[in-house]
């Protein structure tokens, strides 16, 4: 893909997080929630593997795409229900990947492995899918992980510690016990992983 397409499509995905009606502050700047995901997400992936291909960059870049559209509170509040809303947000982000990537011209191809990735396929047995999952892994422990330890039980922490850490990769695990958390992040990931 041409660097022009590429910002094109960078820009259009910006644009369409943009309309994120849930805010953050962040470092003294308000942004749209899922424009500043979305920017974490590409600042990490660019610092865990810089030799990403563009369409690893652009999966990253529209992990959570327009995620405010489809809310969880739609869904059941079981595990059966978030089950089915992560299956279906994956196809949610797939489908509006794909529509900005067509606008802008994008090779079928390129579109196609975009797709493959946000729906996560052939996690632990893909080594994009792999990568993706790591950088998602570690955007949630150093920017996430805080937020969430004031809102659940310590058990609640610990076994989603577990899961998070079951699906990363070796060199994900280094780099996740490289993040600068914490004290009771740090407290919480030495009794996950003991």
């Known amino acids: 893909?041409?660097?022009?397409?590429?910002?094109?499509?960078?820009?259009?995905?910006?644009?369409?997080?943009?309309?994120?009606?849930?805010?953050?502050?962040?470092?003294?700047?308000?942004?749209?929630?899922?424009?500043l995901y979305s920017m974490r997400m590409s600042e990490t992936l660019a610092s865990f593997a810089p030799e990403a291909e563009q369409a690893l960059q652009i999966a990253a870049r529209c992990q959570h795409i327009c995620r405010w559209e489809h809310p969880r509170s739609e869904y059941e509040m079981n595990r059966q229900g978030y089950l089915l809303w992560r299956q279906e947000l994956?196809?949610?982000?797939?489908?509006?990947a794909t529509t900005i990537l067509t606008s802008v011209g994008c090779k079928a191809e390129i579109i196609e492995q975009v797709e493959f990735l946000v729906l996560k396929k052939q996690l632990k047995r893909n080594?994009?899918?792999?990568?993706?999952?790591?950088?998602?892994?570690l955007v949630f422990l150093e920017h996430y992980f805080d937020?969430?330890?004031?809102?659940?039980?310590?058990?609640k922490l610990i076994s989603v510690l577990?899961?998070?850490?079951?699906k990363m990769s070796e060199q994900g695990h280094q780099a996740a016990l490289g993040l600068s958390l914490s004290e009771d992040a740090n407290a919480l990931v030495a009794k996950a992983l003991s």
Request: one cysteine or more; aromatic letters at 8%; proline letters at 3%.
């Open 1 to 35: 893909m041409d660097t022009d397409t590429f910002n094109q499509a960078i820009q259009l995905i910006d644009q369409a997080n943009a309309e994120d009606p849930n805010k953050e502050t962040w470092q003294g700047n308000e942004y749209s929630k899922e424009v």
């Open 90 to 96: 994956k196809k949610f982000h797939a489908k509006k």
């Open 127 to 137: 080594p994009q899918t792999q990568t993706l999952e790591d950088v998602i892994c």
């Open 147 to 155: 937020d969430f330890i004031a809102k659940h039980s310590e058990e």
């Open 162 to 166: 577990q899961k998070t850490w079951a």
